[in-house]
């Protein structure tokens, strides 16, 4: 097709319309020219499928498409049909996004596409050619959202809010006025020609330096403090610099219902509110307080949960359909990768007693099995070393000064035992905290979080468990300044069933463990819907065999209708 052909073509879609009729603007679609294709589609073939990830822009030269999408009941709704000249997909051109719909050939069709990811690379190269487009607002608001270092892979964000402006001007209305009244105070008194008022200047600049560090902070804690939708989940993240930090996060799967909230009149003039996401755990949840258009985020959130199960539906769907394939194909399953056996070292005793003792003071915070399904994790140790001062200062000054006092002095043996008694009994109680404090460990594996709860000596043990799918929140907090420089904190995971509430406190980098938990979660709940299907392919599979083995013994005779009986 000639390049002339394909501007106007480009011309006929939303996206390259008003800003493009000058000759500059013409000059742009030319270079948009060589990232379009072409490609033909015959009757039933799918342009895209529902649930894959959107990648994009068609317009539709020739032929006919029918849009279709299945709902989260697995019922297929008609969204309607696409003739000549129409075009879709402009969201999967321009952000990260999952196809809405199916669209299927109705006849034999001839499209014009474009693909995100070179027509990305354009408009890197090209800022004019950004600034001409016509994007619709919400799309381009989607375009500014950033990729989150704890996302996964796939995962994609929808939409991010801060608290409402209104929270940080109620913060900072005393301060700023207080700091402007005390401005005015010192350029006052520094533009009178007296030595003392100059002196009462200068020492009210301390408390003026010091409401301008409030106020800078207190700004900085209304910016990192976030809420976030993503395709997943719903996360609150809060940052109060440098202090502490916290990470909680529900998935989508988990949200029952949705209460929105907006108590008083200027909440109501200013239109932001609370937003209470409710789930099946014992303990209430995200609560996303003072965001703005809480109506809006409710809605978006409400349409991720529908979007999120549609995909499942279609995910097993397409399981069902894969497996019954095989079965019919009589493929062989795919083989299992062999294992590996690491090599072993050398260990001599001296380096078995090293590595004994060093486990046992300083025990390793995260410990993975050989093929790292399974993952254990203890308190860090830095936290309870400050707890064993208590016993270990007065052990280590009693051991010097004794060996001191009995190598100098003349002494009795007596007070020899005494000093040997206490020494003793200081070291009994050191051994106790670190047991104590080293004891207890946390695991997960495939299917279950695990909690253990040791006494030292063997004197009680308490084991709590919890299926991985009755995960219905998981949340970290870093609760002071130590936590946020050692990095450590506490990880909170509350379930739906009897277990209840699960602390894991101490635990060394806590936004990877919530970040291991929430991946092992996803893992299992992938595994379950695969095991779903294939109990739905078993089934399908026996009834047809039983109706062939029905209908191949039945005769003629049976296939006539008998009498009705009353």
């Known amino acids: 097709m000639e390049p002339e052909e394909i501007v106007k073509h480009l011309q006929q879609i939303p996206l390259f319309q008003g800003n493009f009729e000058d000759k500059s603007g013409e000059l742009e679609l030319y270079r948009i020219v060589p990232q379009v294709n072409e490609a033909e589609y015959e009757l039933g073939e799918w342009l895209c499928s529902q649930g894959q990830p959107a990648t994009r822009l068609y317009l539709i030269l020739e032929?006919?498409?029918?849009?279709?999408?299945?709902?989260?009941?697995?019922?297929?709704?008609?969204?309607?049909d696409l003739e000549a000249g129409s075009s879709f997909?402009?969201?999967?051109?321009?952000?990260?996004?999952?196809?809405?719909?199916?669209?299927?050939?109705?006849?034999?069709?001839?499209?014009?596409?474009?693909?995100?990811?070179?027509?990305?690379?354009?408009?890197?190269?090209?800022?004019?050619?950004?600034?001409?487009?016509?994007?619709?607002?919400?799309?381009?608001?989607?375009?500014?959202?950033?990729?989150?270092?704890?996302?996964?892979e796939g995962e994609v964000t929808i939409a991010e809010r801060r608290r409402h402006w209104a929270y940080l001007v109620r913060g900072l209305l005393a301060p700023v006025l207080l700091f402007l009244l005390l401005s005015a105070?010192?350029?006052?008194?520094?533009?009178?020609?007296?030595?003392?008022?100059?002196?009462?200047?200068?020492?009210?600049?301390?408390?003026?330096?010091?409401?301008?560090?409030f106020i800078t902070w207190k700004m900085l804690d209304w910016y990192n403090d976030l809420f976030v939708l993503t395709t997943e989940r719903v996360v609150h993240f809060e940052k109060v610099w440098p202090f502490w930090e916290t990470f909680e996060e529900g998935p989508l799967d988990n949200v029952q219902d949705i209460h929105e909230i907006r108590a008083g009149l200027t909440p109501r003039l200013l239109n932001y509110g609370n937003l209470i996401l409710q789930t099946a755990g014992e303990t209430v949840q995200i609560d996303l307080t003072g965001i703005p258009q809480p109506g809006d985020m409710r809605e978006k959130i409400f349409r991720e949960?529908?979007?999120?199960?549609?995909?499942?539906?279609?995910?097993?769907?397409?399981?069902?359909?894969?497996?019954?394939?095989?079965?019919?194909?009589?493929?062989?399953?795919?083989?299992?990768?062999?294992?590996?056996?690491?090599?072993?070292?050398?260990?001599?005793?001296?380096?078995?007693?090293?590595?004994?003792?060093?486990?046992?003071?300083?025990?390793?915070?995260w410990v993975y099995n050989e093929d790292k399904t399974l993952v254990s994790w203890r308190r860090y140790w830095l936290p309870g070393f400050v707890r064993y001062l208590a016993s270990f200062v007065p052990l280590t000054l009693l051991?010097?000064?004794?060996?001191?006092?009995?190598?100098?002095?003349?002494?009795?043996?007596?007070?020899?035992?005494?000093?040997?008694?206490?020494?003793?009994?200081?070291?009994g109680a050191l051994l106790w905290q670190i047991e104590d404090w080293r004891n207890d460990y946390f695991q997960v594996t495939p299917t279950r979080l695990?909690?253990?709860?040791?006494?030292?000596?063997l004197i009680e043990e308490k084991r709590r468990e919890a299926t991985l799918d009755r995960i219905q929140n998981i949340s970290y907090d870093k609760p002071n300044l130590w936590a946020r420089l050692f990095k450590y904190g506490t990880v909170v995971v509350e379930t739906a069933g009897t277990a209840g509430r699960f602390e894991l406190t101490y635990l060394r980098f806590p936004e990877k463990v919530q970040a291991e938990i929430s991946k092992r979660q996803r893992e299992y709940g992938v595994r379950q819907r695969a095991a779903e299907a294939q109990r739905r392919q078993e089934e399908l599979l026996s009834w047809f065999a039983t109706y062939d083995s029905l209908r191949g013994s039945a005769g003629p005779a049976s296939a006539q209708p008998g009498p009705v009986t009353q």
């Open 399 to 427: 051991t010097l000064g004794g060996i001191y006092y009995f190598a100098t002095q003349e002494y009795k043996i007596g007070l020899l035992a005494v000093w040997l008694l206490v020494e003793a009994f200081l070291l």
């Open 185 to 213: 105070f010192i350029v006052v008194l520094s533009t009178l020609q007296h030595s003392l008022l100059s002196i009462v200047a200068v020492i009210s600049l301390l408390p003026w330096l010091g409401l301008l560090a």
């Open 305 to 365: 949960i529908e979007r999120r199960r549609a995909r499942q539906v279609l995910q097993t769907r397409g399981a069902i359909r894969d497996l019954l394939q095989r079965r019919l194909s009589l493929e062989p399953p795919p083989p299992l990768p062999p294992a590996v056996t690491p090599p072993k070292l050398h260990q001599t005793p001296l380096f078995i007693a090293w590595s004994w003792f060093w486990d046992f003071v300083f025990p390793p915070s």
């Open 63 to 80: 032929g006919k498409v029918r849009l279709t999408r299945v709902d989260r009941d697995g019922i297929t709704r008609h969204l309607g």
């Open 89 to 152: 997909g402009e969201t999967g051109l321009l952000v990260e996004e999952f196809e809405d719909y199916t669209a299927e050939a109705l006849v034999k069709t001839r499209v014009l596409y474009l693909e995100r990811s070179k027509f990305a690379e354009l408009l890197n190269e090209r800022p004019r050619l950004r600034r001409r487009l016509k994007i619709k607002p919400e799309l381009a608001q989607r375009q500014r959202l950033p990729h989150y270092a704890w996302q996964r």
């Open 450 to 457: 695990i909690v253990v709860e040791r006494k030292p000596f």
